[in-house]
């Protein structure tokens, strides 16, 4: 599986943004969905991630204000960004885990895609 983040740009705090997560592969509803964001010095942070079973969890800092949607087709999967924050800033990736149940764990990474917010 090969994804690909897109999306993102350069905004002014309090805009929005969508990003969107394509994919060249199957994507299955039960496989783990996820974005992480990243930046400099600091390791990379889970944003948001859906587990396979409907339930989506966030971090608090970005709770009320992001939503991840999964969907049907190329693009399975992308992030709603409202009120964004210059804390939001960063290289934003969209991440797959595949369950092989006794075989173990696949994961997948898209090339990630810069949001920067300005005050």
């Known amino acids: 599986v090969q994804l690909q983040a897109s999306g993102g740009g350069l905004v002014q705090a309090g805009d929005s943004l969508r990003l969107s997560c394509a994919a060249r592969?199957?994507?299955?509803?039960?496989?783990?969905v996820a974005w992480f964001r990243q930046t400099p010095g600091k390791q990379r942070e889970l944003v948001a991630r859906?587990?396979?079973?409907?339930?989506?969890e966030y971090v608090d800092s970005v709770k009320g204000r992001f939503t991840l949607y999964r969907d049907n087709g190329e693009n399975f999967m992308s992030l709603q960004m409202d009120s964004l924050k210059p804390g939001d800033t960063g290289v934003y990736y969209c991440?797959?885990?595949?369950?092989?149940?006794?075989?173990?764990?696949?994961?997948?990474w898209g090339q990630g895609t810069q949001v920067t917010v300005s005050s």
């Open positions: 592969g199957s994507i299955f509803r039960s496989n783990t």
């Open positions: 991440y797959v885990r595949k369950n092989r149940g006794p075989w173990g764990t696949n994961e997948y």
């Open positions: 859906e587990n396979g079973d409907g339930n989506t």
